[in-house]
C-alpha cells in the first residue's frame, strides 16, 4: 500500500498511462469528474478499480478506453495518445488495442455469436474468412465452441459475457477494460468469468477491472481506489493465491 | 468497414422489423409505381398518336386559315381557298399534288330503311384516294353521283357497304341525291393529321357535283368553288424548301383577300404536327408524372420517419459498435445502407407494378404499349437515392451518437 497523487514520470513503457489527468463537465455548473489523476498500467498488469458511484471510476474506464477526451493531462493506451487523437483515431484505437467486456454484455441483438466476436475484426478490416476463423477459435476458448450461431437472446447471461469477452479478445487487445463483468450474473457465474479474467492474466494480457464489489477487486494484483476524483490510495495485493 | 457488413447488418434490421419496413417501401413502391405509370402512360399515347401522324402524313403540307383571336373556331375553316388558288400552289416547285378539301354537311344517309344523321361528306379530288388505302372498289369519278366510304362507314349498316351499293343522301336543303358507293378506303390523302384520331364515319364525294361553296376569286374576277383546306403533297425531300414557297405565295393568294385581317394562313408540314402533338402530350405526362413524383417525396418521408425511430431505438447498439471501432462515417453507413436499401427494393418492387398498371392503362386506352425506358431507370435511381437522402438525417444523428451515453442506454 502506497500514497499517490501522481507518478511525476510515469512508465513509458506501460500499456496504460494517465498523466495528470482532469476531466470537467459543464452540465449547469462545472463538474469535476476527475482531478489531476496519474496512474500506470504495466504491461500484462492485473489491476481493479474501486470506488463509490460517482467517484470517477467510470469516467477513468471512458478516458482509458478511448470513449472520452480529458479536459487536460495525457492518456496513452499502448504509445496511442488517446487524450488529443480525434474520433476516427481513437475509433481505431479502441477497435484494436481495447478489449471491452460490460455489466450488461452489449452485444449486437440480430447478430449470432460468431458475428458479434468478429464485429471488432469488421472495423478492422479483416476479410469474412479471417474474421469467422477467429472468432469461431475464441469462442472455443471460452466453452462457446457449440453456440457460434446463436443470437444472444438465445443465450444464458453467462454465456453472452463469455461472448463479449471472446469479443473483446478478438482484436488481440493491448489492453482489457471490463467495467462490472459480474454484475448482472449470477455468483457462480461470475467466478467462471473471473476465472477466465485470471487466465487471461496468466497468458500475459493487460487488464483493468472496475468494480465496487471487494472480493471480484481482489482477483486483481492490485486495487485503486478512487473518491471524488481522485486516487486515494492504490492497494498492492502482490503475489496473491491467484496473482 | 466492409460495405457488405453494412449490408448485412441492415438486412438483419430490416428483417427484425418486417411490418414496418414493408409499410415503409410501400410508401416508396407507391411512388415509384405512380410514376412509372404515368409516365409508360404518356409514353405509350405519344408513340401512338405520333405512328399515326408520321405514317399518314409524310410528305403532306396543310394548308389552311386560322384566325388570331379566341373564339373563331368555327371561322378556322372558312371557304377560302379558289380554284385560282389551288391551281397556282399546284405549280409550285416541289409541289406533287394538291388536294382541296370541303365539307358537304349532309342531314342523313339512308340505305334501304336504315338511316344515319348527321353526316359529313368531304368533297375532293380522285387524288386524294391513294391506292394503298383502297380496301375495296375503286375511286369515285368525278362528274358523277358517286362516292366513297371509309370502314367505319362501310359498317355502320346492317348489310356493310361495299363497292356497288346505293345510298341516299339527304342534304339539309330536303334535297335528296341517290349516289353509287364506288370503294371502300381506309383513309384518304391529305386529311389533317388530327382527324384520324376521331375514326368517325366518313364519305368522299368528288367535288363536281357535291362541293357547292363558291366565292368570286379575286385574281381571276369569276366564281370558283372555294375550300377551307388544302392539302399539298410535296416531294418529301423537299418540304422546307416547298413550304416556305408556298408561304410566300399564300400572302398574294385569293384566300389572303378573302379572309379577315386577324386570319392567319399557314402551312403545316406533317412533322410540324407531331412536334406540336408531342410537345402537349409531354407536358400532360410531366405534368401528371410530377403528381407521382410527389407520393414519392411522401414515401421518402417515411423513410426518414422509420430511419429516425431506429436510430432511437438502436442507441444501445450504435454505442457497441463504436466501443469496437466503429468510427462515425461506418455507423453513417450502415444506416444509410439500409434506408438506400428500403428505397431499393420500392424502386425494385415499384417498377413492375407501374409497368403493370401502365399497361393495364394502354389496354383500356386502347393505345399500344411503349416503353418509357429513360423513366424507368430514373425511377429507380431516384428510388434509391429518396432512401440515401431520406436516411442522411437519420444516419447523421446515428453517427453522432455519443457512445458512452448510448452504452448506458436502456
Known amino acids: 500500500m502506497s500514497e499517490t497523487a501522481g507518478t511525476p514520470t510515469p512508465d513509458p513503457d506501460a500499456t496504460v498511462v494517465v498523466d495528470d489527468v482532469t476531466k470537467q463537465y459543464a452540465v449547469g455548473t462545472t463538474v469535476t469528474a476527475l482531478d489531476g489523476v496519474s496512474l500506470s498500467l504495466p504491461r500484462g498488469s492485473y489491476t481493479a478499480i474501486m470506488g463509490p458511484s460517482g467517484s470517477g471510476k467510470s469516467t477513468l474506464l471512458n478516458l482509458v478506453g478511448g470513449l472520452d477526451t480529458p479536459s487536460a493531462g495525457r492518456v496513452t493506451v499502448d504509445g496511442h495518445d488517446v487524450s488529443t487523437a480525434d474520433e476516427a483515431e481513437r475509433a481505431a484505437i479502441r ?118 464489489e471487494r472480493h471480484v477487486a481482489e482477483h486483481a494484483d492490485r486495487i485503486v481506489h478512487v473518491q471524488d476524483g481522485h486516487i486515494r490510495r492504490i492497494e498492492e495485493l502482490g503475489e496473491d493465491t491467484d496473482g | 468497414m466492409d460495405s457488405r457488413e453494412s449490408l448485412r447488418i441492415a438486412v438483419r434490421s430490416i428483417r427484425a422489423h418486417k411490418l414496418r419496413s414493408a409499410l415503409t417501401v410501400i410508401g416508396v413502391v407507391i411512388g415509384i409505381a405512380s410514376v412509372i405509370t404515368f409516365a409508360t402512360f404518356g409514353a405509350s399515347v405519344q408513340s401512338e398518336i405520333v405512328g399515326d401522324i408520321g405514317d399518314s402524313s409524310a410528305g403532306n403540307i396543310y394548308v389552311f386559315g386560322t384566325p388570331e383571336d379566341e373564339e373563331g373556331f368555327e371561322r378556322a375553316f372558312q371557304p377560302v381557298f379558289t380554284e385560282s388558288d389551288v391551281d397556282a400552289l399546284r405549280e409550285i416547285e416541289g409541289v406533287e399534288a394538291v388536294l382541296p378539301r370541303g365539307i358537304v354537311q349532309v342531314g342523313s344517309v339512308r340505305q334501304g330503311n336504315e338511316t344515319l344523321a348527321r353526316q359529313q361528306v368531304t368533297a375532293t379530288t380522285p387524288a386524294s384516294i391513294a391506292p394503298d388505302s383502297i380496301v375495296s372498289g375503286r375511286p369515285f369519278t368525278p362528274g358523277e353521283q358517286e362516292v366513297v366510304v371509309n370502314e367505319r362507314m362501310a359498317e355502320s349498316f346492317s348489310q356493310n357497304l361495299t363497292a356497288g351499293s346505293t345510298l341516299t343522301l339527304v342534304l339539309p336543303d330536303g334535297e335528296e341525291r341517290e349516289v353509287t358507293v364506288t370503294g371502300v378506303v381506309n383513309g384518304t390523302r391529305g386529311e389533317l ?218
Open chain 1, 95 to 212: 477497435g484494436t488495442e481495447i478489449g471491452f467486456v460490460f455489466q450488461t454484455f452489449n452485444l449486437m441483438p440480430r447478430l449470432t455469436a460468431v458475428e458479434n466476436v468478429a464485429l471488432p475484426l469488421v472495423f478492422d478490416g479483416w476479410s469474412r474468412a479471417d474474421r469467422r476463423q477467429r472468432a469461431r477459435e475464441l469462442l472455443e476458448s471460452v466453452g462457446l465452441g457449440d453456440r457460434l450461431d446463436h443470437v444472444p437472446s438465445e443465450l444464458s447471461g453467462g454465456q453472452r459475457q463469455r461472448v463479449a469477452i471472446a469479443r473483446a479478445l478478438a482484436p488481440d487487445p493491448a489492453l482489457i477494460l471490463a467495467d462490472e463483468p459480474t454484475g448482472n450474473v449470477d455468483t457462480e457465474t461470475g467466478a467462471t468469468i473471473l476465472d477466465i479474467f485470471e487466465d487471461l492474466h496468466a497468458a500475459g494480457n493487460t487488464i483493468l477491472l472496475v468494480t465496487h
Open chain 2, 193 to 410: 393529321p388530327v382527324s384520324g384520331f376521331a375514326r368517325q364515319s366518313r364519305l368522299y364525294a368528288p367535288v363536281d357535283p357535291f362541293y357547292e361553296s363558291v366565292v368570286e376569286s379575286p385574281s381571276a374576277g369569276v366564281r370558283q368553288r372555294a375550300y377551307p383546306q388544302v392539302t399539298v403533297v410535296a416531294d418529301p425531300r423537299q418540304i422546307p424548301e416547298t413550304k416556305a414557297a408556298i408561304e410566300a405565295f399564300l400572302a398574294e393568294s385569293d384566300a389572303r383577300q378573302l379572309s379577315g385581317a386577324d386570319t392567319e394562313l399557314v402551312a403545316r408540314s406533317g412533322s410540324d404536327f407531331v412536334d406540336s402533338v408531342s410537345d402537349v402530350i409531354d407536358q400532360i405526362t410531366r405534368f401528371v408524372t410530377g403528381i407521382g413524383v410527389i407520393s414519392l417525396v411522401v414515401g421518402a418521408i417515411g423513410i426518414a420517419n422509420v430511419m429516425l425511430v431506429s436510430v432511437t431505438e438502436r442507441t444501445r447498439e450504435i454505442g457497441i459498435m463504436k466501443a469496437v471501432g466503429a468510427r462515425n462515417r461506418d455507423v453513417m453507413g450502415v444506416f444509410l445502407i439500409e434506408a438506400g436499401l428500403l428505397g431499393t427494393l420500392g424502386s425494385v418492387l415499384g417498377v413492375p407494378l407501374g409497368l403493370i398498371v401502365g399497361f393495364g392503362a394502354t389496354r383500356y386506352a386502347e393505345v399500344g404499349f411503349a416503353l418509357a425506358l429513360d423513366w424507368m431507370a430514373l425511377a429507380v435511381v431516384v428510388g434509391i437515392l429518396v432512401g440515401i437522402v431520406a436516411g442522411l438525417y437519420p444516419a447523421w444523428r446515428a453517427a453522432r451518437v455519443d457512445p458512452i451515453d448510448a452504452l448506458r442506454h436502456e
